[in-house]
C-alpha cells in the first residue's frame, strides 16, 4: 500500500519543506525551517508551519523533547472511495500512551515488532470519524512503521459521504501530556483544513 499521496501535498511552502517523507533518500536528515521561512510563508500558514518546527526539531536533536506534538495527514482518495491517513508521533511518547493503557507494561516500538494488536486497539479507542448520524465510520488498521524517533501509524478509512455534520475525535496520547496538541491536516476533494486538537478540544465538526 502506497502512502505517498499523504506526504507533502500541500500548498504551504514551509509543509511542502517539511513533510518530505516522499523525497527523502535513505539517511537524508529531515530538513526544518527557519523561523523567517515561516513567517515569510505567509499568516496564512503560521500556525500549522510552527507546530511542525516545534514537533521536527526538538526531538531529532536530543532523546528527550520539550513540546508533545502529533501530526495526521487525512487525505480522500476518491478512486479508492476512502480516507488514507498517517499519524506521525514521537516513539518515546507513543510507547508511554500504550504502557498507559495497558497496565503499565512496558512497550518497545520497533518495526517488526509483535505490538501491532495494542497499537491498534489504543489507535481505534482514540482516532474516531463519526457521520452525521453520529454513528462511528468503521477504521482499518494499515500498520506502522518506525524511524528514526518518530512511529508511523497508516489507517484507511472507507467513505461515501460528504463531510457535513461529520465530527473527528483525535485525543491520542492526551490522557498522557497535557500539553499534548495532536495537528491534523485534511484534505478532501478541493477542501483543505487544519485542525488543532488539544485538551478540552478533542472533537471537531469537519
Known amino acids: 500500500m502506497q502512502f505517498l499521496t499523504m506526504c507533502g501535498k500541500s500548498d504551504c511552502p514551509i509543509l511542502i519543506k517539511m513533510r518530505r517523507g516522499d523525497q527523502r533518500k535513505k539517511g537524508e ?6 523561523l523567517s521561512e515561516i513567517i515569510n510563508a505567509g499568516t496564512k500558514w503560521f500556525v500549522p508551519a510552527l507546530i511542525l518546527l516545534l514537533f521536527f526539531s526538538s526531538s531529532f536533536t536530543s532523546p528527550r523533547h520539550e513540546y508533545h506534538v502529533s501530526v495526521t495527514q487525512m487525505q ?12 506521525r508521533l ?5 510507547e ?3 504502557s498507559a493503557e495497558n497496565g503499565n507494561r512496558r512497550f518497545i516500538v520497533k518495526n517488526n515488532d509483535q505490538n501491532d494488536s ?12 463519526s457521520d452525521s448520524q ?6 482499518h488498521y494499515v500498520g506502522k512503521e518506525q524511524e528514526e ?13 460528504t463531510l457535513e455534520g461529520c465530527k473527528l475525535q483525535n485525543s491520542i496520547l492526551m490522557e498522557v ?3 499534548q496538541v495532536n495537528m491534523t491536516n485534511l484534505k478532501f476533494s478541493s477542501q483543505k483544513k487544519t485542525f488543532l486538537f488539544k485538551k478540552g478540544q478533542v472533537v471537531q465538526a469537519l
Request: proline share 5%.
Open 29 to 34: 536528515k529531515w530538513r526544518t525551517p527557519s
Open 134 to 139: 453520529k454513528k462511528a465510520v468503521n477504521i
Open 76 to 87: 480522500y482518495n476518491p478512486a479508492l472511495k476512502s480516507f488514507e491517513i498517517s499519524i
Open 118 to 129: 495494542f497499537v491498534e486497539r489504543y489507535i481505534r479507542k482514540n482516532f474516531l470519524l
Open 177 to 179: 501530556f497535557e500539553d
Open 90 to 94: 514521537f516513539t518515546d511518547d507513543f
Open 96 to 98: 508511554r500512551g500504550l
Open 149 to 161: 524517533d518518530a512511529t508511523w501509524v497508516y489507517l484507511e478509512i472507507p467513505f461515501q459521504n
